[in-house]
Structures are given as C-alpha cells and as structure tokens.
C-alpha cells in the first residue's frame, strides 16, 4: 500500500470514529435525559426543605407536585427509549472512538463534527401505499434520485421482531405514584441515581411494555454530556408539540397554513402522473414536508439536526395510530405557569396517523447539511418550488443559502419563505471561526434579486414558535413571508 493510500485510510477510519463519537453523544443526550432531570427536582426539593415550617405549610401541595413531576419525566423517557430503540444507527456503534484532540483539530475542517451534529442520517422514503421506509445513503443527494424514474418505490422488505424480553434498569423513579396520577406513600424523593446511564422501565403507566434494547444503546457505550446537549432533547420533546400535537394546530395554522394556500394557489392543476417537486430544507420534525406531499406534491425535506432525524424518523415510520403516544412537554419550567396542572398536562401524539395521511408516492426526508447535500450538481434545476419556514436564519452565510436555493429551481420555480432574521450564529462568543453573516429583510431581498429572484408577494405574518400556550409569557415572531419567482435565464441576462 502507498503512503498515499494509507494516508486516505487514516483519514477514513479518523472520519467514522469522529462520527460515532458524534452520534453517541447525541444518544447519550437522550439517555442523560431523566438523569438530568431528576437533578432539578432534587433541586426543588432541597429549596423546599430549606423554607421555614409556616412556609412550608402554606406549600405543603409541593412534594405531591415533585412526585407527579418525576412520574411525567417517566412517561418522556419511555417515549424517547422507545424511539431509539427503533432508530437503526448507520454505523458501527461499537467502533473504537479513541481520538486525540490534535487529531480531530487536524481532520475537521468543519466544526459540525465537534458540535454533536453529524450528516449521517439517509433518506427516509414513502409512497401513497402508506409504507415508509429508509432508503440507503447513496440516495442522500435526492432530488428525483431517491423516487424510481417513473415515481416509484421500493417496498420496505425489512421486519422487526418484537422481542418481549424486559428491562431491568429503571428511569429515575416514580416516586411512588400510581398511573392515577396519586402518590402511595410520600416520601423525601428518590434514591440516588446509580452512575451507569438509566434506561426505561419495563412498563409504564399505559401498560406499555418495553421490549429489549439493541447492543449499540448498551450503556457502557455511553457517556455524560454537558447539560446544553440535553436542552436539545427538552426543545425536541416541544417541537413535537408543534409538529404533531392537536395543541400545536394553532401554530401550525399560522405558520404552515398559509404556504399551503400559496402553493394551491401557484399548482393549482397537479398532475398525478408528473406531480410537482417541493424542497422543504429545515424540515425538522417533518410535518410540513408531510403536508405538502398529501397536497399531491413530491415533496422531501432535509433536516441537519440529528436530534430532530432520529425523532421524525421514528414518529413517520413507528407511529401504529393517532395518539399512541402520551409526552409531558411542559414539565421542565416552573416560570410562567398559570397552574401546576398546566405545566403537568399531558399532550398525544401524533394527532394523525401519518402513513394514512394521504402522502404523495415520492415523500421523503433527507438528512445532511443543506449546502453539501444540495449544492451538488446533480440538484440543478430539479425543484419546482423550494419552501423554507423559519430555515433562512440558520445559516453561516444566508448569502450561500439564497444561491443554492436559486441553483436547485427550475426557471420559473417559486421560492415560498416565512421566518424572522434570528441569526443561530450572532451570538457564538469567543469562537473566532464560527462564520455568521447577519443581513437585514432588506439586503436578503436584495441578494435574491441578484441571484435572480423576482418578488412576486409579500406581507408579514405574525406567529410563535414551539410555545406553551397556557404560558403567562409569549414570544411572538413578525414574520417575512414571501413568494419569489425564479426568472428564466434570458430575463436574468437582459437585466444584468
């Protein structure tokens, strides 16, 4: 083997270790997930016992709110245990992942790699049979490449075999309380939680039972991280609200509504046989992708977070019926609350079933990075329209965005956005080479402009997003929403 060659395989084999390490971190935010938040409510306990004895009489409803806390933060972990057992990692879980940090300094040209987040997630297909599956990742860069070239699909072949082997570790713990909701026997809290990662209990108060877990979620495979990975698994458990909860229709009303109307509106003759293609990038937990394709649309989403692939993933291929699942989504702030059984009640989900949702032969979700996965060459001109909701911001360089998302339309196609400017990257303090380019409405029209874009409507609409409805505070966004056209090239030469 040349030095050459053998330099290529180190790097191969230093660029899977990085990847696994990146994708057990990620695991591990969601099994560090009732770890941590039995930390905060030892923390509510230990400032209750601190009050005085007049105090603590005026409270004394506290220590039954503590246990009903711990019994909801239960019924979470059996929903996230649940959906990882269900995710088929990509990779080698069990890989050696010993890597220096000089080594990762020297290979990672993107910091992607360092911050928990990973393009290792495929495609994940359906078709109008109601059969959705994941399809390899040589179809990542999509487009018409992950549909046949008559629309078609490949039926899922693979099966999964319930296993009614039981768990053994417990979640946190339940703190005594029955599936009423009632505590048995009140008691100081919890014991301690063992240093291994806790794993959900065989049953919860559904009567779930718990099948047995893969190899690669062993919790020797796992490790702690810091606490901001798992605010990401606490943010996920609220977008699944908005995306797939009865409460979150207002939002979706909002938000979603109204560029399901514009693409009525600008498709208004969809054929069956040659649909129109719609990108949605920035899909999330994928609903709106949904949406579009039971429209009568191709449609395919692509989504970067790996928290938010793994989550879609399991409620678009798992979910067996409407409201399966019970989650407690408000249950980790205490600020706010209008009543203690607002921040405790629980939401199902999803409110639909999505494989009989009526989706289009060709719906798909794409996991990786927008810039790489899109600006290959194989995605010029392959899309009709391009719908990005609250997306635009989250760039480095919104600039790149405008362009990539200029170069996969066809001439003629439509650009359908709603979002604010909330730059994800203004804020990255002392990181010196966290790229964030932050331009105003008016300079990001103006780039479209320049990569050929022609405005055709605009207004703006008022929404929130991912918010507690019963919360005495609000955070309203006043959202551009616009519909661009792509002007042919002829038109775009005569004007420069």
């Known amino acids: 083997m040349s030095s050459i060659e053998e330099e290529e395989l180190r790097r191969r084999k230093l660029e899977e270790a990085l990847e696994v390490k990146s994708l057990r971190r990620i695991i591990s935010a969601y099994l560090n997930y009732p770890e941590a938040a039995e930390e905060d409510i030892r923390r509510y306990e230990r400032c209750f016992r601190r009050l ?150 065989t049953h919860d108060c559904h009567g779930h039972v718990s099948s047995s877990s893969p190899d690669w979620l062993d919790p020797s495979l796992q490790f702690h991280v810091p606490l901001v990975d798992v605010d990401k698994v606490r943010c996920i458990i609220r977008n699944i609200v908005r995306d797939w909860a009865a409460e979150g229709q207002q939002e979706r009303d909002e938000c979603y509504t109204p560029i399901l109307k514009e693409l009525e509106r600008l498709f208004p003759h969809r054929s069956r046989n040659s649909p129109p293609a719609c990108l949605v990038p920035g899909a999330g937990l994928g609903r709106l992708a949904l949406e579009i394709s039971c429209l009568g649309f191709i449609s395919q989403g692509n989504e970067f977070s790996y928290y938010m692939m793994i989550c879609s993933s399991f409620i678009l291929n798992h979910a067996q019926i409407a409201e399966e699942w019970t989650i407690y989504p408000w249950i980790h702030s205490n600020c706010n609350s209008l009543s203690d059984d607002d921040q405790l009640r629980p939401v199902s989900i999803p409110d639909i079933h999505p494989a009989s949702a009526g989706i289009t032969e060709g719906f798909s979700m794409c996991g990786g990075d927008f810039v790489e996965v899109y600006n290959d060459p194989s995605q010029v001109g392959v899309w009709d329209a391009v719908v990005t909701c609250f997306f635009i911001d989250t760039a480095h360089n919104i600039v790149e965005y405008i362009e990539i998302i200029s170069r996969v339309l066809k001439d003629g196609g439509v650009w359908i956005n709603l ?66 056209r792509k002007k042919p090239l002829p038109q775009r030469e005569n004007r420069s």
């Open 52 to 201: 005085p004895l007049a105090h603590k009489a005026l409270l004394s409803h506290l220590p039954l709110k503590f246990q009903k806390l711990r019994w909801s933060v239960s019924q979470n972990s059996y929903f996230i245990f649940e959906m990882l057992k269900a995710f088929d990692p990509p990779l080698d879980m069990s890989a050696d992942i010993h890597i220096s940090e000089d080594q990762v300094m020297e290979n990672s040209s993107d910091n992607h790699l360092l911050s928990g987040e990973r393009n290792l997630l495929p495609c994940q297909s359906g078709s109008n049979s109601g059969k959705l599956r994941l399809t390899n990742a040589d179809e990542l860069g999509c487009g018409e490449g992950s549909i046949g070239t008559d629309g078609s699909l490949k039926q899922e072949t693979k099966t999964k075999e319930e296993k009614t082997e039981s768990l053994n570790n417990n979640v946190g713990c339940s703190g005594g309380i029955n599936c009423n909701g009632e505590i048995d026997a009140v008691n100081n809290g919890c014991e301690d939680v063992n240093n291994s990662l806790p794993l959900p209990s």
């Open 419 to 484: 979002g604010p400017l909330l730059y994800h990257f203004a804020d990255m303090y002392n990181q010196e080479d966290e790229m964030s380019i932050e331009l105003s409405l008016e300079d990001v029209k103006r780039v479209a402009c320049h990569f050929g874009f022609e405005m055709e409507k605009e207004s703006t609409i008022a929404t929130t997003y991912t918010t507690n409805a019963r919360s005495m505070m609000q955070n309203r966004y006043y959202a551009a929403f616009w519909t661009m």
